[in-house]
């Protein structure tokens, strides 16, 4: 899940449609690939070890795992993972450590990477590991700007198969606008929108997902639509 501009929901996305398809009874895991661990703190886990101690050579991929929810897992992340470009830069083929260290992963209909709004080596790992890109557009025009980037750099291996909408807010021209521009440039892969709603940014605060936060909301029902979509 990924987009080299911030503040477009993707951790957002990350955690919400994880736990929609753990609700299907598919088992879901999540890689928190940011330094600032959004992904540990919205379920308030407090990891023994975490991505960077896997990378490191420092804990087996098995004690990296938490149970965060009934069928939804995560690798957890803290502070350390902005030392790993340093790490990575002394061995060989840097770009591929992910690869090596979750090459026996097994067990899970999703495996999604939370990745951070940058261009580096944590997420070069990432598109030389995954299979697809989730991209999160948030309806401003700079996010388009880091659609275009993602587009440029994606390697031959990775496909870009979903185009997220995020913060859609029908009342505005801007919204409108722009998710026209998406569908006219990336036709079937936008999928329905993530309306604005407040309950999104809520329920992370109370280290919960938006479907046990507020079920009737706008944000449970969108990200439930998306979740069937992709199973589809």
């Keep these: 899940i990924l987009n080299f501009k911030g503040g477009t929901g993707k951790t957002t996305t990350a955690v919400n449609l994880g736990y929609a398809l753990s609700l299907k009874n598919y088992k879901v895991l999540i890689i928190d690939c940011d330094p600032q661990a959004s992904i540990s703190n919205w379920f308030g886990i407090d990891s023994e070890y975490t991505i960077y101690d896997l990378l490191t050579n420092k804990a087996k991929l098995k004690d990296c795992i938490y149970q965060a929810r009934h069928n939804l897992d995560i690798i957890a992340s803290n502070k350390y ?114 309306r604005i709603n407040v309950k999104l940014s809520e329920c992370s605060s109370f280290h919960k997902t938006i479907f046990e936060y507020d079920p009737a909301s706008r944000g449970s029902i969108d990200y439930k639509s998306l979740a069937e979509e992709i199973i589809r």
């Design 81 to 194: 993972l902005a030392r790993i470009e340093l790490v990575l830069a002394r061995g060989k083929d840097a770009e591929k450590a992910f690869s090596k260290k979750l090459k026996y992963l097994k067990g899970y209909n999703f495996v999604f990477l939370d990745c951070p709004p940058s261009l580096n080596i944590i997420n070069l790992n990432a598109l030389e590991y995954a299979e697809e890109v989730f991209l999160p557009v948030s309806m401003d025009f700079l996010s388009l700007r880091g659609v275009k980037q993602v587009i440029e750099l994606l390697p031959e291996n990775i496909k870009l198969t979903k185009i997220i909408p995020t913060f859609y807010d029908q009342r505005t021209r801007k919204s409108k606008e722009i998710l026209e521009d998406l569908k006219d440039f990336f036709k079937d892969k936008v999928t329905k929108s993530i």
